[in-house]
């Protein structure tokens, strides 16, 4: 690989400042140890064009020469502190963050307070040296700023570092903050294009469990099948028949319940399993089902609704996770 002058020394740099600043929390508020500021390329021009202006004031004795160069270089120096001063004591807060799927942009939104009795002009949030939004605060007033980022795999997406900036007032100086919030991100699997039938349940060949909850009617008899409930079978009509069992067959009152059982996935990749199972819950979803799911270690009751389909992708997102990257998404 290529060796880069710029880039080691931009890693080093970002490790400094993340072990001078450490984790930041949610309200984090910019100190000013901790807005840096320097030159932009319009103020490096503005630097050399003053020290062109003082030479040859002085190789002409030019008095009016002097007066102009010193009053520029005196309105840089004012611009200096404005903008440094404009990103210190600014405040900055976690936003809810929506769960996506593997593939798809999530966005961060971060509520920023301005608790000064002054304006703040041009602040912008910049993730990976792109630039998102740029708004200006109001005295005593917020903001809703955001940045997205692109998500590749399933569990908990973690941006890492973003950055505050300014460049008011003349576009001179660039202040800005590096911020280390412990923000994530929950990424649900991305669903199969092409799924298989749903495999039959332990209960029955069709993919379909009943719950028997006393409110059935009887509709008849049919011949036993394999995985069927010894409580179902109909023993005496079973002992006029020379072989095999009757099973008695209800409807009216059960609820048709989908089970999707990872372990009835054979012959399938962890990651493929996953993103099946996750088609089969949004279609489930999409038409109304209840459904249950079933995961090594962790089981799912049958429901349906908003709040059940979330804790089944949940179960997706994080399977496979150690109790303590859990606890974060919780």
């Known amino acids: 690989m ?7 020394i931009r890693k080093r740099a ?4 993340r072990r ?3 984790m ?3 309200p984090v508020a910019l ?5 840096y500021i320097l030159p932009t390329r319009a103020g490096i021009v503005f630097g050399s064009m003053l020290f062109a202006m003082l030479l040859g004031s002085m190789n002409y004795s030019n008095s009016m020469g002097f007066v102009l160069t010193f009053f520029l270089g005196g309105l840089a120096l004012v611009s200096m502190h404005h903008c440094h001063r404009n990103l210190e004591g600014l405040v900055l807060r976690l936003g809810k ?3 996506v799927f593997a593939g798809q942009q999530t966005t961060f939104l971060l509520f920023t307070e301005n608790r000064a009795r002054t304006h703040r002009f041009g602040i912008t949030i910049h993730y990976k040296g792109k630039p998102f939004s740029r708004t200006d605060i109001p005295a005593d007033g917020s903001a809703l700023m955001s940045f997205t980022a692109a998500t590749t795999s399933r569990g908990l997406f973690r941006p890492g570092r973003f950055g505050v900036s300014t460049t008011y007032p003349f576009g001179l100086y660039r202040a800005w903050a590096w911020m280390h919030m412990d923000m994530a991100c929950l990424v649900y699997p991305k669903p199969a294009e092409q799924v298989p039938e749903l495999p039959p349940a332990p209960a029955d060949s069709g993919g379909l469990l009943l719950d028997e909850s006393g409110q059935d009617d009887f509709s008849g008899l049919r011949d036993y099948r394999l995985g069927d409930a010894p409580r179902h079978i109909a023993w005496k009509a079973s002992a006029r028949l020379a072989e095999g069992f ?3 067959q209800f409807h009216g009152g059960g609820t048709v319940q989908r089970v999707f059982d990872f372990d009835q996935l054979v012959h399938v990749e962890t990651e493929l399993r996953l993103a099946i199972l996750c088609r089969w819950i949004i279609d489930a979803d999409r038409n109304v089902e209840n459904y249950a799911l079933h995961l090594p270690g962790e089981q799912i009751g049958s429901g349906q609704g908003g709040e059940h389909r ?3 992708l949940e179960a997706l997102a994080l399977f496979g996770s150690t109790p303590a990257q859990t606890r974060m998404a919780a």
Not at 14 to 17: E, K, P
Not at 31 to 35: G, S
């Open 2 to 8: 290529r060796f880069s002058p710029t880039g080691y």
């Open 14 to 17: 970002q490790a400094w400042a």
């Open 20 to 22: 001078r600043q450490g």
């Open 24 to 26: 930041d929390g949610s």
């Open 31 to 35: 100190e000013k140890r901790r807005v």
């Open 97 to 99: 963050v929506e769960p």
């Open 246 to 248: 009757l099973v008695k």
């Open 310 to 312: 979330k804790k089944c």
